[in-house]
């Protein structure tokens, strides 16, 4: 069984119809990444994944785990393993940032039927995952991403993601605005883990982050339809021509 | 509750005052052995009263809150409660860590339900009533001074019905590290009663203290109870480099009214909190009144009010800057479900002298339903030229992102509203020194919030009755 499998689903947003028969198939232990230019509608997939509300889904199903994805929502689809890491992470002044991820993780325990963790088993956690992404222990005690930094901000995601230990990371452009320092910083964190429980997708524009986080296989999102897919190296032919010929080439399909 | 034409309104509005004239009658009567000084401040107030009559929303200080249902109601002094607590239906009330605690039910002190402590030599933890009794002579020079009876009827008819209430002092240069917690219980009754707690604290030069009042409810399984109201009132001398602490905690029952006003009269470089925090009443006027009347003090005036069902929680403040170098703080945050009313009425008056004068306010509000109101009012008046006043407010809801932010982490609806409202609640919490006070009003606001976040539990108000029917 696959870890997530997404068949001919339909996404509208206001009206619009985004994405018009999706299918993609991961399993565990793999990465994969979609590409396309803007308003292809990756992010929009991303967000139907972590069951946003907002987007309504009018065709196709998606089973994760061999679990219906579609009915769950945005908490119990975090529970059962998937996590998204934002574009546009949310500043939520008055949280801090180490009691919002206790509070996330016991969360996720309480749903598995596990104990809760306090504060001084949390804390040592915590502090290993914070080097691993080279952050600063002041990061804990703020409020969560207020007056972080662009780059604050994209590796906390990665900091949360390694704290909750997901089955699917999805990764929603986390490479947008960072400079190439952060960039590695990032893949770091994301390539150590990497496992053979675990996919990953990458959702991103352009082919930079894929030099550090190798995927195994890329998929071309073009006007809500997944036009191409190959290995690594469709990546580097994307980046090399652009989407205009990929683009070209959907439009006569 | 039914119609009532034009006609009958007035005629329970005249009955309502006729029902004071004799509760004034017969307190002139009963009370034989008073001071003259005290007899006399009495009858001023309710000369005022007679004069001045209840406020209308005609009046600009009450122009968003609709007090006819107190006018018209025919309230009665309270005497002894049918159904007086024991310690035991106080215990879940009791606030751990406190100094002293003094308990007044229905407006009289109960030495029995008091918890006193050990106090260092110079303070002094009474009720008025004994304190008026055993030594008028501290009492005389500071009560009544302060609290203007010309402002509004409640004012007046405080000093009216003057009985009894709480009296703190505290000598030059003494400190009480634990905070006073004064708790004042309404009990239930067949009929209309009202309270008029009455407090003095004088806090010498150079001192510290921390006071607390608390209102709550307790209807111990009575059946059905009428409406009570509570006019309470606190006169606060805050002497020379005094640091003063102050909590007004309001979580009466929805039937409740309560009125209280904070009348500070603050010193030479005095540093007063004022922490109020409404969670409880069905209508609820909070009246917050500084008066920075020596060079180089400072007040901070924090606040917040959450609110359900029909609730209407009104918030006036008045801070007057009266002399020269002071700084005033204002911060009120707002939480409204359901059809509650909130209002936030930020008075600031700089007179000609307060040269130098810092003042800020902040009133900041959460709407969580469409049929939540609220009504803020920024008021500056400024005689001084020399001044930096600045005030702002806004106006929210939960914002939606946010919400699926932390959903998308795992943790439930519920919980992640209670956990945004405590966020936007800890602006407050986070005003207030860590200590007694503010662990037992976090936990408070904690209640208070989790039934707005849509966990299927009561509201906060009914709770407490829930534990108090064991």
């Known amino acids: 069984m696959s870890l997530l499998e997404i068949k001919n689903l339909h996404v509208r947003v206001a009206d619009r119809e985004i994405l018009k ?7 565990s232990g793999q990465v994969h990444s979609i590409m396309g230019p803007n308003g292809s509608g990756k992010s929009t997939l991303a967000q139907v994944l972590a069951r946003r509300e907002s987007y309504e889904v009018t065709g196709g199903e998606i089973l994760f785990n061999g679990k219906d994805l579609l009915a769950m929502k945005p908490e119990e689809a975090a529970c059962e393993g998937v996590f998204l890491a934002f574009q546009y992470p949310v500043e939520i002044p008055g949280i801090s940032n180490a009691y919002f991820l206790r509070s996330a993780l016991n969360a996720m325990r309480k749903y598995r039927g596990l104990e809760e963790m306090d504060a001084m088993d949390f804390l040592p956690k915590l502090r290993e995952k914070l080097k691993l992404l080279h952050m600063d222990d002041k990061l804990l005690n703020r409020s969560v991403n207020e007056a972080f930094s662009g780059g604050e901000k994209k590796r906390n995601e990665i900091l949360q993601m390694a704290v909750l230990e997901p089955k699917l990371a999805i990764l929603d452009e986390t490479d947008s605005g960072l400079d190439i320092d952060a960039l590695r910083i990032v893949a770091e964190g994301v390539n150590a883990m ?9 959702v991103t524009h352009y082919q930079r982050l894929l030099n550090y986080i190798v995927p195994d296989r890329v998929h071309v999102l073009v006007d809500g339809r997944i036009v191409r897919s190959g290995g690594p190296e469709l990546a580097l032919h994307l980046e090399d021509k652009g989407y205009v010929d990929i683009e070209g080439a959907a439009g006569r399909a | 509750m039914t119609l009532e034409t034009g006609t009958q309104k007035v005629a329970t509005a005249t009955q309502a005052l006729q029902t004071y004239e004799e509760a004034f009658g017969g307190l002139e009567k009963s009370a034989g052995a008073v001071s003259p000084w005290l007899r006399e401040l009495r009858r001023n107030g309710f000369d005022r009263f007679v004069e001045r009559g209840f406020p209308t929303l005609r009046d600009e200080d009450w122009r968003f809150t609709n007090i006819a249902p107190i006018a018209q109601t025919p309230f009665r002094l309270a005497r002894n409660g049918q159904h007086g607590p024991s310690r035991r ?40 009533a004994a304190q008026i009794a055993a030594d008028p002579a501290s009492v005389e020079p500071h009560l009544g001074r302060y609290l203007d009876t010309g402002r509004d009827a409640f004012s007046a008819l405080s000093t009216a019905f003057l009985e009894d209430g709480a009296y703190v002092h505290v000598a030059r240069s003494t400190i009480l590290e634990a905070p006073i917690h004064l708790l004042f219980v309404s009990t239930a009754h067949d009929e209309p009663i009202v309270t008029h707690p009455r407090n003095l604290i004088v806090a010498d030069e150079n001192s510290q203290v921390t006071v607390i009042e608390e209102y709550i409810s307790l209807n111990l399984g009575a059946e059905k109870s009428s409406p009570a109201l509570c006019n309470a009132a606190t006169e606060l001398v805050a002497g020379d480099h005094s640091v003063v602490s102050h909590f007004m905690i309001e979580r009466e029952d929805v039937q409740a009214f309560n009125i209280s006003t904070l009348r500070i009269q603050q010193g030479r470089a005095a540093d007063v909190s004022s922490h109020s925090v409404l ?23 924090n606040g917040l009010f959450v609110g359900g069902g029909r609730q209407h929680l009104d918030n006036y403040m008045l801070v007057e800057h009266a002399s020269p170098r002071c700084a005033s703080r204002q911060f009120y945050n707002g939480i409204l479900a359901e059809r509650a009313h909130g209002v936030f009425h930020g008075r600031i008056i700089v007179h000609k002298d307060a040269q130098k004068t810092d003042a800020k306010q902040t009133n900041r509000n959460l709407l969580l339903s469409d049929t939540a109101q609220i009504d803020t009012k920024p008021q500056l008046e400024i005689y001084a030229d020399d001044v930096k006043c600045t005030h702002g407010a806004t106006i929210g809801q939960i914002e939606e992102t946010a919400l699926f932010y932390l959903r998308s982490r795992g943790i439930d609806e519920a919980s992640a509203r209670r956990l ?3 966020a936007f609640a800890s602006e407050c919490l986070d005003r207030m020194k860590e200590g007694a006070a503010r662990t037992h009003v976090e936990h408070l606001i904690n209640e208070s919030l989790r039934p707005l976040a849509g966990f299927s539990q009561p509201a906060a ?10």
Do not use: W
Request: glycine residues 12%; proline residues 7%; hydrophobic residues 40%.
């Open chain 1, 21 to 27: 028969g999706i299918d993609l198939t991961i399993d």
């Open chain 1, 194 to 202: 990497r496992s053979p429980e675990r996919a990953v997708l990458v």
């Open chain 2, 89 to 128: 239906d106080l215990e879940a009330y009791r606030l751990p860590g406190a100094a002293y605690e003094l308990v007044f039910v229905d407006g009289r002190f109960s030495a029995e339900l008091s918890s006193p402590g050990h106090l260092p030599p110079g303070a002094i933890v009474a009720s008025l």
């Open chain 2, 279 to 301: 969670a409880g009443g069905g209508i609820v006027r909070n009246n917050v009144h500084p008066v920075l009347a020596g060079e180089g003090g400072e007040c901070l005036i």
């Open chain 2, 420 to 422: 945004l409202l405590m």
């Open chain 2, 461 to 470: 108000t009914q709770k407490l009755h829930d534990s108090d029917s064991r």
